[in-house]
């Protein structure tokens, strides 16, 4: 019986909006909520991009002035800096290929490169090509799916969700660095259409897939523990930790010393991105505002530079600390407040996005499988609006104006104010989505998803334990 319910429950959040009901019912409401939702995320998506093109072009055609007051992108779309183009591709394929990417400071997950190694077996440019096109145009197929039913129409769907994947700022920015955050977001997208469809083997394996290339995709296995599907989340971590360690056996040197390796190329990552300045400019990290307020009091505050690295080391242990305290606290709250699946996913997608330390602006792609899963919801709560709002302005471009005195990898002082803007607006985000279910849970219906996931460790526990004695006394 509470199976039943379960399931019935899981229906009516996944099922889309009947565009039967008469004029002026609840679902009419609900489909001219979504389209009013809809039409304000796409105008704020291409009013901003519009209004940077020509503040970036006054500033470079009038003013005369070079990167990076002439462009929102890495300096790779000016003649300064043109090795930046697609390097972050050219640099994966040369890892891939060569079967030991640890020698040569490779800093993601083992599994990364065996799955990338089938794209250097063509031409360079064919592969950047296919890789790029293929995974975007999956991104729009899927986005276009989800905006239908609020779209009315799959022209204005396509239309809807090409203007809020290309013209937002975070796919700009991956296709101009040429950067692979584009197949995790198809990944996560697809791990979202795997669970809406109950197709949760699909929906682990793409857990498995995008855990495999970078860690932070962990955090959608508290998914499967909404409805007990707690076997997908012990099955999903084994897969993670076996594909880890069968693709350092596939590498020329030895477990031990790729293992070492890893670990040393993390360490100067650290060093040189997450404590020095060269990843100053990310601009989808909580970590960065934290980081430049230290600068700020320690330049003016004195202090040799050893003192300030010392400093920055330190705030940096116990902010990665605080993180792993929260991603449990995480976890239990959209497991057991929350319990529609777009609010659950758009709450674990901002986590994951805005709280690693490292977090380039392309890291925000992700808010906008976010943005169109809020958009489609059919129940309206009191802080939707607002969370659209500052999802939209997430995805617009803000380089109007910088830091002085801070270098980059770019070699220039590209630290725009974007760097506060938009974890701060990630963060408000989060927490009016967090309260809004809050408000809306009860004290019964948590302690009834509570004692539901109890049980079935229990009864696990039991089969287990069962198992074992059976195998001891045939």
Not at 277 to 289: D, E, H, Q, V
Not at 290 to 312: D, K, N
Not at 398 to 410: C, L
Not at 430 to 447: Q, Y
Request: net charge positive; aromatic share 14%; proline share 4%.
């Amino acid at each position: 019986m509470a199976k039943k319910r379960r399931q019935r429950v899981d229906a009516r959040v996944t099922q889309p909006v009947n565009r039967s009901a008469g004029k002026g019912g609840p679902a009419e409401d609900a489909l001219a909520f979504g389209r009013a939702k809809l039409k304000c995320s796409v105008a704020i998506v291409v009013v901003g991009l519009v209004v940077s093109l020509l503040f970036h072009l006054w500033q470079s055609k009038v003013n005369g002035l070079g990167y990076p007051w002439n462009s929102f992108l890495y300096p790779s779309s000016n003649s300064f800096r043109k090795d930046l183009q697609f390097s972050d591709y050219w640099d994966c394929l040369q890892l891939s290929a060569s079967w030991d990417p640890f020698v040569k400071k490779g800093s993601y997950f083992p599994f990364f490169y065996i799955v990338f190694y089938p794209l250097t077996l063509i031409p360079p440019a064919i592969s950047l090509v296919i890789f790029f096109s293929g995974t975007l145009l999956a991104c729009w197929w899927l986005l276009s799916r989800w905006l239908r039913p609020v779209c009315g129409g799959s022209w204005t769907s396509w239309g809807a969700a090409g203007a809020l994947l290309f013209g937002s700022y975070p796919v700009l920015m991956a296709i101009d660095r040429g950067n692979v955050e584009v197949g995790m977001f198809l990944i996560v997208a697809l791990l979202a259409w795997g669970y809406q469809r109950k197709r949760y083997r699909a929906a682990a394996a793409a857990t498995v897939l995008g855990a495999s290339f970078k860690l932070t995709p962990l955090v959608f296995l508290s998914l499967f523990l909404r409805r007990r599907l707690w076997h997908w989340t012990v099955l999903s971590g084994l897969g993670f930790g076996l594909l880890t360690l069968g693709s350092l056996l596939l590498f020329k040197s030895s477990i031990q010393e790729s293992w070492t390796m890893w670990r040393s190329n993390s360490a100067e990552f650290t060093r040189g991105y997450l404590i020095y300045t060269m990843g100053m400019s990310w601009s989808a990290t909580l970590w960065n505002p934290i980081r430049a307020v230290i600068l700020f009091l320690s330049a003016h505050g004195g202090g040799s530079e050893g003192v300030i690295v010392a400093r920055l080391g330190f705030a940096l242990g116990i902010y990665s600390k605080a993180v792993l305290l929260l991603t449990p606290l995480v976890a239990a709250f959209v497991s057991f407040v929350e319990t529609n699946l777009w609010r659950r996913l758009a709450i674990l997608i901002l986590f994951m996005t805005v709280t690693p330390p490292p977090g380039a602006d392309y890291k925000m792609i992700h808010v906008i499988l976010a943005l169109v899963g809020l958009i489609t919801l059919r129940r309206r709560l009191r802080f939707d609006w607002g969370v659209v709002v500052l999802l939209s302005l997430v995805l617009v471009p803000k380089k109007y104006w910088f830091f002085p005195g801070i270098v980059t990898d770019s070699l220039s002082q590209d630290v725009s104010v974007g760097i506060f803007l938009n974890p701060l607006l990630m963060v408000i985000a989060l927490g009016l989505l967090c309260a809004d279910s809050w408000m809306k849970s009860t004290a019964r219906g948590r302690r009834a998803r509570f004692l539901l996931l109890v049980r079935g460790c229990q009864r696990l526990f039991l089969r287990v334990r069962e198992t074992r004695l059976k195998a001891t006394n045939p």
